[in-house]
């Protein structure tokens, strides 16, 4: 596996990845109108302008990615998502481990997941990531805000 720069031409493709991923979290939820399940293409192509994008591909097929957005203190994560058919093969811990050694000089990492997410919560946590807010998102369901310092 090999983790890169994504470049515009991937975009299609990891949406369609974010989406099958995200449909996931959605039927956690009962709640289909999460963001990455209704971010378009264009929607997409204007948030890479703004965020690195990194992919995981496999004999050439791209089965994983994340974002990133630096400010002058922290390298924010989201997005991270991987094929249905490859979890729990390590792809989603491979791009986070690969985040915070392309962003090694940032003593501050942020993230966040839905408190029903417990897997996505569980390896946060295996990475040192520890909440430290929780702040509503519709009735019942709250958002975990995490960080990890070094």
Same mark, same amino acid.
Request: charged fraction near 30%; glycine fraction near 2%.
């Given at each position: 596996m090999v983790i890169e720069r994504a470049i515009i031409d991937d975009l299609v493709a990891i949406l369609v990845i974010q989406k099958l991923a995200y449909v996931i979290q959605a039927k956690i939820y009962d709640?289909?109108?999460i963001m990455p399940l209704t971010e378009t293409l264009?929607?997409?192509?204007v948030d890479f302008e703004n965020k690195a994008? @990194? !992919?995981?591909?496999?004999?050439?097929?791209?089965?994983?990615?994340?974002r990133v957005l630096t400010?002058?203190?922290?390298?924010?994560?989201g997005k991270?998502?991987?094929l249905p058919q490859f979890h729990g093969k390590g792809i989603g811990t491979k791009l986070l481990k690969e985040v915070?050694?392309? @962003? !090694?000089?940032?003593?501050?990492?942020?993230?966040f997941a839905g408190s029903k997410s417990v897997d996505n919560i569980r390896l946060y946590e295996r990475f040192g990531y520890k909440k430290f807010k929780t702040v509503p998102y519709i009735e019942g369901i709250t958002v975990d805000y995490m960080e990890k310092l070094r």
């Open positions: 709640d289909y109108n264009d929607d997409f192509k994008v @990194y !992919k995981a591909v496999i004999d050439s097929q791209i089965v994983g990615a994340v400010d002058e203190t922290t390298c924010h994560i991270l998502c991987v915070e050694k392309i @962003y !090694k000089y940032y003593n501050r990492f942020e993230l």
